[in-house]
């Protein structure tokens, strides 16, 4: 029968790819319009707001906030005492960069920074290693290992003072086995910054030690039974197949390690004060050597910013290295 030309339900066109895309956007769109979603919306900023509110606040009061008056103190000539401080401009970046013992004072820095940071690594890697292969008493060691890592800075320092003491210190026994006698590590220029910088290393060594452990137990065993069916064992499994898969651990301790080393104190407050004269100073103790016995906060200031600047290129540095790294691979 005919349908006098009218056209059914059936013969309408068939929607295209654009025109569905068209109606899927136009009803998102009246959804993020509708005064419930917009609502629902306020409601989670604000709680987001409120939950990061905190620890938002305590960064910006205990972090941002010093660091930015830091800086402005080092444009300033002031001793603590007077009320107004004097605005100086440069006059303290110029002063440090026309000090021959701020060089000194820097070379120390990466000095003791670099031996302790790469001591610490290539010690964490060694032991942790050794202790995924279960030795004996295994717990023990972990703990053991770990142990200098809970220990205050003080107390490392008043401990290694006494094993490096040449009268009667573990120093002097070692020593006297070959028939050497023992240096006067604290209080000598020639050994001060390696008394300092073997003590930070023991310290951090345990908790280095204990990263390297966790992340070689995490490490695809798969990977390592096919390496050893191809032969590999030993240094070159570790060479080849461990130090790649652990270059994220790593350089997380090194970022990490570089951080803490530059801002170390207290050890060298407990074994050497930064003597004998500068020998084993470092840009940390340096500042508070200007601020709390020279009073000359703008000096001091000017040191810190300089550590933070450093630090802050030495992480950038990391940063982008590793990132081409990860791109490499």
Not at 65 to 87: C, H, K, Q, R, T
Not at 232 to 255: E, N
Request: glycine residues 8%; hydrophobic residues 50%; proline residues 5%.
């Amino acid at each position: 029968m005919s349908t006098g030309g009218r056209t059914g339900p059936q013969d309408a066109p068939e929607p295209t790819d654009d025109h569905r895309r068209e109606a899927l956007t136009a009803r998102a769109a009246a959804r993020r319009r509708s005064p419930q979603r917009r609502r629902r919306t306020r409601r989670s900023a604000l709680l987001f707001l409120a939950l990061i509110a905190p620890n938002l606040l305590a960064i910006l009061v205990f972090s941002y906030y010093p660091a930015l008056y830091n800086i402005g103190l080092s444009f300033m000539d002031w001793d603590f005492v007077d009320p107004d401080p004097e605005f100086v401009g440069l006059e303290n970046y110029a002063d440090l960069a026309t000090d021959g013992e701020f060089a000194q004072i820097l070379l120390n820095t990466l000095l003791f920074t670099t031996l302790s940071v790469l001591g610490s690594i290539a010690g964490g890697l060694a032991l942790g290693s050794l202790l995924a292969t279960k030795v004996p008493l295994t717990g023990f060691a972990q703990t053991m290992a770990f142990a200098p890592h809970m220990l205050p800075g003080a107390a490392v320092g008043i401990l290694w003072l006494f094993m490096f003491d040449p009268n009667y210190g573990l120093s002097r026994w070692l020593f006297s086995q070959v028939g050497l006698a023992s240096p006067d590590w604290t209080t000598t220029s020639d050994w001060s910054l390696w008394a300092i910088t073997i003590a930070y290393t023991w310290q951090r060594l345990g908790f280095v030690t204990v990263i390297c452990y966790t992340a070689i137990l995490d490490l695809p065993r798969d990977v390592y039974e096919a390496a050893a069916l191809d032969g590999a064992a030993g240094w070159s499994l570790f060479r080849h197949m461990t130090l790649p898969l652990l270059r994220p651990i790593t350089f997380f301790l090194s970022v990490t390690g570089i951080i803490s080393a530059a801002q170390s104190f207290d050890i060298i407050s407990i074994m050497t004060s930064g003597g004998p004269g500068i020998s084993s100073t470092t840009l940390s103790w340096m500042v508070y050597e200007e601020a709390f016995k020279n009073f000359d906060i703008g000096r001091a200031s000017a040191a810190a910013t300089v550590l933070l600047v450093i630090l802050l290129a030495i992480t950038w540095v990391q940063v982008r290295y590793s990132q081409k790294q990860g791109d490499a691979a």
